[in-house]
């Protein structure tokens, strides 16, 4: 028995990964410590394929669903959904606000991402409110 080695297995998850996506680094041996907060906190995030939660991706997050609720669709293999115009301002206003309390808080990068996803869910909102199409036709 002291010669036998245990053979483990390896499960890869397919799902989200285009074809030219690298395949997964093989599976370790798990370490004989316990994970802590911030380990298991980015092995999640590394076996979901998900980018990590961050300002920037929350502004994001929150713009692409008010973009949903004002009838865009992200996600072409999706239904549409239905348009909820007071929702969709009620997130606008949540990202305004966002942007006031946080003002003289953040990166560059996160000050430009704020500023960008709110100018485009106004123009779209008062596109729709208006009366007028987002598509212009010459």
Not at 16 to 40: I, L, M, V, Y
Not at 61 to 71: F, K, R, V, Y
Not at 78 to 105: C, F, V, W, Y
């Amino acid at each position: 028995m002291g010669d036998e080695q245990e053979q483990g297995f390896v499960i890869r998850d397919r799902r989200g990964r285009g074809d030219d996506a690298p395949p997964p680094p093989p599976a370790t041996s798990p370490s004989p410590e316990p994970p802590t907060a911030e380990s298991h906190h980015g092995e999640s995030q590394a076996h979901s394929g998900h980018l990590p939660v961050n300002f920037s991706s929350f502004v994001i997050s929150m713009g692409s669903s008010s973009l949903m609720l004002m009838g865009e669709q992200l996600d072409p293999q999706q239904p549409a959904m239905p348009l909820n115009l007071p929702q969709a301002k009620e997130i606008i206003d949540l990202l305004s606000m966002l942007e006031e309390k946080t003002r003289g808080n953040l990166t560059s990068d996160e000050q430009v991402v704020m500023k960008d996803m709110l100018y485009a869910l106004r123009m779209k909102f008062v596109s729709l409110t208006s009366g007028k199409s987002t598509l212009h036709t010459p």
